[in-house]
């Protein structure tokens, strides 16, 4: 009988184990209202990190030098609490958590939404996209995508 419940606790231990090892890993998919030559469109990053998400953490998106980000003047997620400052630097948008009240455990799910993006006229290649997790100015973790879905809904 003992031997059978040490079983079934092993068991149970290498189940959760492969588990969290399959959905707590790194991933983003990129989704856009519209992928038209200098047409400004909304880009939805879906992205999971292995680690967890302070309330104070950055996540800076490199974009292909190609883009234009002028005009990207909002970030709204929903997976976020308190505010979402925007900043820019060449090719890459950092968004900051502020007056945030709780960390995102790692293997959730966040969706963050750019605004007013433009597409390149003439792309060298696929676009490629950077996204970092910067926690106390130090790099957790980057995740990248080389692939822009159309978006059909906006709002999801």
Do not use: W
């Not at 993006?117 to 995508?145: C, G, K, M, W, Y």
């Amino acid at each position: 009988m003992k031997k059978k419940c040490m079983n079934t606790v092993k068991g149970f231990l290498f189940t959760l184990l492969i588990s969290t090892m399959v959905f707590s890993q790194n991933r983003v998919d990129v989704r856009a209202t519209s992928v038209t030559a200098l047409q400004a469109a909304a880009y939805v990053f879906d992205i999971t990190f292995e680690s967890s998400v302070s309330s104070n953490a950055k996540i800076e998106i490199e974009f292909p030098k190609e883009f234009n980000l002028d005009q990207v003047i909002m970030a709204d997620s929903d997976a976020f609490d308190g505010e979402l400052l925007l900043s820019k630097k060449n090719n890459i948008v950092v968004i900051e958590r502020s007056k945030a009240q709780t960390d995102i455990p790692a293997g959730t799910p966040i969706d963050l939404k750019l605004a007013s993006v433009i597409h390149p006229e003439n792309p060298d290649s696929a676009p490629s996209f950077n996204i970092t997790l910067v926690e106390d100015q130090r790099e957790i973790v980057t995740v990248s995508a080389n692939q822009v879905q159309q978006l059909n809904n906006p709002n999801r």
